[in-house]
């Protein structure tokens, strides 16, 4: 964990989103306070970990289909329009005998009832980015890396990653300035790092 802690540090994220990430005991609880004090606003549950510099309210849970799970909470950030930015940290599973389809349709409802406000969708979807499955979310999501990024987009399986499996992905109301797979030995999925600002409401 030593390792992982230094990675997130070197990236020093604002916002920081994670998969898989251990029991949420009051032990990774307070392992996760004491490790990211300068991220005072933290949720952990089931393997999602949320760090962020910026207030959290409004946090719901939900499941994506039986194929997945999200956790969404809304982040308070000035410069933000309506000041709120609404955050969905997704896990969607791996199972070859079942499609993602629904999963990601559901996804994209859930988003379609925030689309006045600024979204961030980021995690682990287990669905290669060009999948037609990921069409609904196209609809209305930006992918950072498409957007504003460069290099390799593969992100597993480590060493070798041949699948762009994890992303994050952004509504119209941010504007997505660069965006990059890392390198890394602490897992066998890339980190995703997207630097954004935000825009204000297009006009017609």
């Known amino acids: 964990m030593e390792r992982v802690l230094d990675e997130l540090r070197a990236v020093d994220a604002d916002l920081i989103g994670l998969v898989e990430a251990g029991a949420d005991s009051d032990k990774m609880k307070l392992f996760w306070k004491e490790s990211f004090p300068e991220h005072p606003y933290q949720f952990v549950k089931e393997g999602l970990v949320i760090l962020s510099r910026f207030p959290i309210s409004n946090q719901n849970s939900g499941a994506l289909a039986k194929m997945g799970k999200y956790e969404s909470v809304d982040l308070t950030i000035s410069q933000a329009p309506q000041g709120i930015v609404s955050v969905y940290l997704v896990d969607i599973r791996s199972d070859i005998l079942r499609s993602r389809k629904f999963a990601l349709q559901e996804l994209a409802n859930l988003v379609s009832a925030k689309s006045d406000r600024p979204i961030?969708?980021?995690g682990d979807f287990n669905t290669p980015s060009d999948s037609v499955h990921f069409d609904p979310v196209r609809a209305q999501l930006k992918n950072s890396l498409e957007s504003a990024g460069n290099g390799y987009m593969a992100t597993w399986p480590l060493?070798?990653?041949?699948l762009d499996l994890d992303g994050i992905w952004a509504n119209q109301l941010i504007k997505v300035l660069s965006a990059e797979n890392r390198w890394t030995w602490v897992?066998?999925?890339?980190?995703?790092?997207t630097l954004v600002e935000f825009?204000?409401?297009?006009?017609?």
């Open 120 to 122: 961030l969708v980021l």
């Open 159 to 162: 060493p070798l990653p041949v």
């Open 187 to 193: 897992s066998d999925h890339r980190p995703v790092v």
């Open 199 to 204: 825009s204000s409401l297009p006009t017609d």
